[in-house]
């Protein structure tokens, strides 16, 4: 297979991952391990995509404080190329507390990075690429919204392919399904990625058209592509931390097909973070 030269747009967050050894109680302490590093769907994408092969490029706007700067330059260290522009202002941050089994609850930051503009985007970012991954986060914010139908636009003309990971069912029940179903018609995906509670708060006729890959947790995946519907089953792991494993199953997808999704899958989970 050709190789894939990767865009992913979106939030570069600072992460920080705290897995606890016990319940947390009011007013002492609790015994837990952490990690920080480089978050947000969009950058977590492309820091898999590198790992499993491809060229990998992250396009998302900046704070100017040290977060950003870690978070940036952990991201590089991954083997992905960091653009897009720095403001004043805040880094997002999210904050995930994991659970003994893995579970984990996100306390989610944005910063700046909504406030990418199409008109801060530079073609050049976008020369050569072969694939546009955008997080449904970018499609259910403004002005990024009007960013990510110009990358789209870009990454169109030179005979790219895009797709889209459905991000929240909190954010899209904040945001309005119809408006979301209005705007995956507008960017018009060919990869629809989505957990099951995402894609019956959208439903799969909103974009009938496009591969629709459903992440199922442990229970593996269902790829939906022109009314059939096949099933797999997850790759058996150890799980630590959910965190991050449905941006390495997109990656997956993405570099090498749904094998290759749930592989990337059981490796994140195994470990503590989002990242490879």
């Known amino acids: 297979m050709p190789r894939l030269v990767l865009c992913a747009l979106g939030d570069l967050l600072l992460d920080v991952i705290v897995r606890l050894d016990e319940p947390l109680q009011?007013?002492?302490?609790?015994?837990a391990q952490t990690r920080t590093g480089s978050g947000g769907q969009a950058a977590n994408v492309a820091a898999w995509a590198a790992s499993l092969g491809a060229e990998?490029?992250?396009?998302g706007k900046r704070g100017d404080d040290p977060a950003a700067s870690l978070a940036a330059s952990e991201l590089a260290r991954l083997g992905v190329e960091v653009f897009?522009?720095?403001?004043?202002?805040?880094?997002?941050?999210?904050?995930s507390i994991v659970g003994e089994h893995g579970e984990r609850s996100m306390a989610s930051d944005r910063g700046v990075a909504p406030s990418l503009?199409?008109?801060?985007?530079?073609?050049?970012?976008f020369e050569g690429a072969t694939h546009l991954h955008v997080s449904g986060y970018s499609l259910m914010s403004s002005p990024i919204d009007d960013a990510a139908a110009r990358a789209a636009s870009l990454v169109r003309e030179d005979g790219g392919s895009l797709s889209v990971d459905l991000a929240s069912t909190s954010v899209i029940e904040r945001f309005g399904p119809q408006r979301l179903r209005e705007s995956l018609a507008a960017f018009a995906p060919d990869v629809v990625f989505a957990n099951e509670g995402e894609v019956a708060a959208v439903g799969i006729e909103a974009l009938p058209e496009a591969t629709w890959a459903i992440k199922r947790g442990?229970?593996?995946?269902?790829i939906v592509h022109d009314g059939d519907r096949h099933e797999l089953p997850a790759v058996a792991t150890t799980v630590v931390d959910t965190t991050g494993a449905g941006d390495a199953f997109a990656a997956?997808?993405?570099v090498g097909g749904v094998e290759l999704a749930l592989e990337a899958g059981a490796r994140a989970v195994a470990k503590l973070g989002a990242t490879p």
């Open 26 to 31: 009011p007013g002492t302490d609790a015994a």
């Open 56 to 59: 990998a490029r992250f396009v």
């Open 84 to 95: 897009g522009p720095v403001a004043p202002g805040r880094n997002g941050i999210v904050v």
């Open 117 to 125: 503009s199409a008109e801060e985007l530079e073609p050049v970012w």
């Open 218 to 222: 442990a229970a593996g995946c269902a």
């Open 252 to 254: 997956g997808y993405l």
